[in-house]
C-alpha cells in the first residue's frame, strides 16, 4: 500500500478511536468496566478472526511468536484496555484527554530507546504542534483541569502500556501479520481482562444483564468498529510505517472524542476546539511526514502536465 494511503487509514481509524472514549464512558457507567471490557474485546477478536479467514490470512503462531502474542496481550489488551476503563471511571474528561494526548510522545521515546528511531528537528516540531492542538482542544472543556486523581495514573498507565506494545508489534510484524497478531492478542487478552475481572468484579456479569438495546449496539459498535478493525488497521500501519511515524496521527482522537461528545452527549463545541484542530492537524501532516507525500504528489502533478 502507498505511503499515502497509510495516512488516509490512519485518519480513517481516529474517527472511531475519538468516538470510542464517548462510548466506553457510556458503558462503563452501565456496566462493571473490567467485565464489560473483557466481553467486548473477545467480541472484537473473533470479529477480527472471521475478517482473516475470509481473506485468507489465518494461520497458527510459530513457536518463536507465541513469545509476542503474549506479550502483547498482556500489554495492549489486558494492561491498557483495564487501566482505561477505570481510569475514565475515577477521572474527568478534561484530565483523561489531556493525559490520552500524551500517548504519540511516549511511543516516539520509547521508538528511539528501543527501535532506533531517529529523532528529527521536523518531528520534534511537528509533535509539539500537536500537543499544542490537544491542550487547546481539551482545556475548552466546561469543567477545566482538575487536580492529579488516581484515575489520572490509571489513564497514564494504559497509555504507557499501550506505547510498549507498539514497539513489540513494530518488532513482530517482521515475520508475522500485524493483523493476524491482532486478534491472537485480542483474543487471549481477552481471557486475561476476565479472569481480572472475575477476581475484582465478582458480580460482573450479572451487571450485563442490565443493559438495553442501545446500550448493546454501543457495545457492537465498539468491540467490532474501534476495537477490531481499529486496531488491526492501526497495528497494519504500524508494520508499514513505524510505530513513531503512526503515532503522531493517535493526537487527532481527543477532538473526535470532543466532536463525538457534541453529537451525542449534547456538549459545546466551540472555536477554541476548531482552533485546536487546525493545530493538531499540522502537527500530523508534519511529524508523520505526510507533508513530503504532498508535495511529491503536487510535483509529479505539475511534472506531468508539462
Same mark, same amino acid.
Given at each position: 500500500m502507498?505511503?499515502y494511503?497509510?495516512?488516509?487509514?490512519?485518519?480513517?481509524?481516529m474517527?472511531?478511536?475519538?468516538?470510542?472514549v464517548?462510548?466506553?464512558?457510556v458503558?462503563?457507567?452501565? =456496566?462493571?468496566?473490567?467485565t464489560m471490557?473483557a466481553?467486548r474485546?473477545?467480541t472484537?477478536?473473533?470479529g477480527?478472526?472471521l475478517?482473516?479467514?475470509?481473506l485468507?490470512?489465518?494461520?497458527?503462531?510459530?513457536?518463536s511468536?507465541?513469545?509476542?502474542?503474549?506479550?502483547?496481550?498482556?500489554l495492549? !489488551?489486558?494492561?491498557?484496555?483495564s487501566?482505561l @476503563?477505570?481510569?475514565?471511571?475515577h477521572?474527568?474528561?478534561v #484530565?483523561?484527554?489531556?493525559i490520552?494526548?500524551?500517548?504519540? %510522545?511516549?511511543?516516539?521515546?520509547l521508538s528511539?530507546?528501543? %527501535?532506533?528511531?531517529?529523532?528529527?528537528?521536523?518531528? !520534534?516540531?511537528? =509533535?509539539?504542534?500537536?500537543v499544542?492542538?490537544?491542550?487547546?482542544?481539551?482545556?475548552?472543556?466546561k469543567?477545566?483541569?482538575?487536580?492529579?486523581?488516581?484515575?489520572?495514573?490509571?489513564v497514564?498507565?494504559?497509555?504507557?502500556?499501550?506505547?510498549f506494545s507498539?514497539?513489540?508489534?513494530?518488532?513482530?510484524?517482521?515475520t508475522?501479520?500485524p493483523?493476524l497478531?491482532?486478534?491472537y492478542?485480542?483474543?487471549?487478552?481477552?481471557f486475561?481482562?476476565?479472569?481480572?475481572?472475575?477476581l475484582f468484579e465478582?458480580e460482573g456479569i450479572q451487571s450485563?444483564?442490565t443493559?438495553?438495546?442501545? %446500550?448493546?449496539?454501543?457495545?457492537?459498535? @465498539?468491540?467490532?468498529?474501534a476495537?477490531?478493525f481499529?486496531?488491526?488497521?492501526y #497495528?497494519?500501519?504500524?508494520g508499514?510505517?513505524g510505530?513513531?511515524e503512526?503515532?503522531?496521527f493517535?493526537?487527532?482522537?481527543?477532538f473526535?472524542?470532543?466532536l463525538?461528545?457534541?453529537l451525542f452527549?449534547?456538549e459545546k463545541?466551540?472555536? @477554541?476546539?476548531?482552533?485546536?484542530? !487546525?493545530f493538531?492537524?499540522?502537527?500530523v501532516?508534519?511529524?508523520?511526514?505526510a507533508y513530503k507525500?504532498?508535495?511529491?504528489r503536487?510535483n509529479k502533478?505539475?511534472?506531468?502536465?508539462?
Amino acid at each position: 500500500m502507498r505511503t499515502y494511503r497509510i495516512y488516509i487509514l490512519l485518519l480513517l481509524i481516529m474517527i472511531p478511536w475519538g468516538l470510542n472514549v464517548t462510548a466506553t464512558k457510556v458503558l462503563v457507567d452501565q =456496566f462493571m468496566p473490567l467485565t464489560m471490557t473483557a466481553f467486548r474485546i473477545m467480541t472484537a477478536g473473533i470479529g477480527v478472526f472471521l475478517v482473516l479467514l475470509l481473506l485468507k490470512r489465518f494461520r497458527l503462531p510459530l513457536k518463536s511468536e507465541w513469545k509476542a502474542i503474549i506479550l502483547g496481550a498482556i500489554l495492549n !489488551v489486558a494492561g491498557h484496555h483495564s487501566f482505561l @476503563s477505570i481510569g475514565l471511571k475515577h477521572t474527568s474528561g478534561v #484530565n483523561g484527554g489531556l493525559i490520552l494526548g500524551i500517548g504519540p %510522545l511516549l511511543t516516539v521515546i520509547l521508538s528511539v530507546l528501543f %527501535l532506533g528511531s531517529r529523532l528529527t528537528w521536523i518531528k !520534534v516540531l511537528g =509533535f509539539i504542534i500537536g500537543v499544542s492542538g490537544v491542550f487547546i482542544t481539551v482545556l475548552e472543556g466546561k469543567t477545566g483541569l482538575q487536580g492529579a486523581s488516581i484515575g489520572d495514573f490509571e489513564v497514564f498507565l494504559s497509555m504507557l502500556s499501550q506505547a510498549f506494545s507498539f514497539i513489540l508489534i513494530k518488532q513482530a510484524s517482521k515475520t508475522m501479520d500485524p493483523r493476524l497478531l491482532t486478534g491472537y492478542m485480542l483474543f487471549i487478552g481477552s481471557f486475561i481482562l476476565l479472569i481480572i475481572a472475575r477476581l475484582f468484579e465478582p458480580e460482573g456479569i450479572q451487571s450485563l444483564s442490565t443493559g438495553n438495546t442501545a %446500550l448493546w449496539a454501543i457495545f457492537l459498535a @465498539s468491540a467490532l468498529i474501534a476495537t477490531a478493525f481499529g486496531h488491526m488497521s492501526y #497495528n497494519y500501519c504500524i508494520g508499514k510505517l513505524g510505530a513513531a511515524e503512526a503515532s503522531i496521527f493517535l493526537n487527532l482522537i481527543p477532538f473526535f472524542s470532543l466532536l463525538g461528545s457534541g453529537l451525542f452527549l449534547g456538549e459545546k463545541i466551540t472555536a @477554541s476546539h476548531l482552533l485546536g484542530l !487546525v493545530f493538531i492537524i499540522a502537527g500530523v501532516i508534519i511529524g508523520s511526514g505526510a507533508y513530503k507525500q504532498l508535495i511529491f504528489r503536487k510535483n509529479k502533478g505539475i511534472n506531468a502536465s508539462l
